[in-house]
């Protein structure tokens, strides 16, 4: 009804603004939720995750690294939702904590492991003269199990958070190498790759802007496993006693600490171990999603 049809003294109520997503926006919205469940349901855990490391401390948590003997093997109550472990430290403190110290490392290798592969990789691909000998270098690497090399590097070094993810860097780095690498080889025979060439483009410009672009969908899916991987080491190495220091509260740190008492207390492996499976999890089934997402054969069936 318009204002010029009202009774008078009657005026017409203002049009409110769209509080809610458009139809044709929330259909897209599903349509990304039905077409790829696993990015959604994988970086849903993943964000959950980061949050509870960054908002740790609001989480009515206590001092992870505050002892209390009177207190210790105290099984998981109101008081101790976790319970407290064999020197009466909170145990769902050190757990929320130690999302920060996996989360942190998982994140910084995947990111270092990409650039160190990634520059080394696309050398070696566009470079033939150098691709054989840098090429056997990354296979001598990974010919070596990534624990024992990780393990033999942390040895050469002191413990600490900073030394764990450069050792697992260089653990993860010729994967990376290995695949950017296949991409480049087959990208450096595409025509507009050898127009580029023969138009008289530098190496470095055709590289950064013919082969690098190409070489980003491969690679964020290569991070996501490298990122989970790393989190599984670095849970490996601090549970053998060659990672983090014992004072910094990790998952792996806490496994090992609980171990002696497993068949009487389990809470205290049980619950630091389902953080780590449901992170490394979330984080397997964000990079299964983005496969799938950018991968063009399979994005055609979807």
């Known amino acids: 009804m318009s204002a010029t049809s009202l009774p008078t003294g009657y005026t017409a109520a203002p049009v409110l603004p769209e ?36 908002l740790a401390p609001f989480l009515f948590t206590q001092d992870p690294t505050a002892l209390a003997p009177a207190k210790r093997t105290r099984p998981p109550s109101d008081l101790y939702w976790f319970g407290t472990d064999m020197l009466g430290r909170d145990v769902y403190s050190r757990v929320l904590y130690g999302a920060r110290v996996s989360l942190t490392v998982g994140f910084s290798v995947a990111f270092c492991a990409g650039i160190i592969g990634t520059t080394i990789g696309l050398i070696a691909g566009f470079t033939r003269g150098i691709d054989a000998i840098v090429m056997r270098v990354m296979d001598g690497l990974m010919s070596i199990p990534q624990i024992l090399l990780a393990i033999a590097l942390m040895a050469l070094t002191r413990a600490s958070v900073q030394n764990v993810i450069i050792a697992i860097s260089i653990t993860e780095s010729p994967r990376v190498c290995r695949l950017v690498r296949g991409v480049v080889l087959s990208l450096r025979e595409q025509p507009y790759v050898e127009a580029a060439i023969a138009s008289g483009t530098r190496v ?24 989970a991987s790393a989190m599984i080491t670095e849970a490996t190495l601090s549970f053998i006693g060659a990672g983090t220091p014992p004072i910094i509260p990790s998952w792996g740190n806490i496994m090992a600490e609980g171990r002696a008492l497993w ?40």
């Open 204 to 227: 470095p410009v055709i590289i950064w802007r013919h082969i690098l672009p190409n070489t980003l969908a491969p690679l964020m899916v290569q991070a996501t496993f490298i990122c």
């Open 263 to 302: 068949q009487v207390k389990p809470y205290i492996v049980f619950f630091p171990a389902i953080f780590l499976s449901i992170t490394v999890l979330a984080v397997n089934l964000l990079g299964d999603g983005l496969r799938d997402a950018l991968d063009p054969r399979l994005a055609k069936r979807l």
């Open 19 to 54: 509080i809610l997503p458009t139809p044709k926006e929330r259909g897209r919205v599903m349509g990304f939720v039905n077409r790829h469940p696993t990015i959604v349901i994988g970086g849903a855990l993943v964000a959950i995750m980061v949050l509870i490391a960054i």
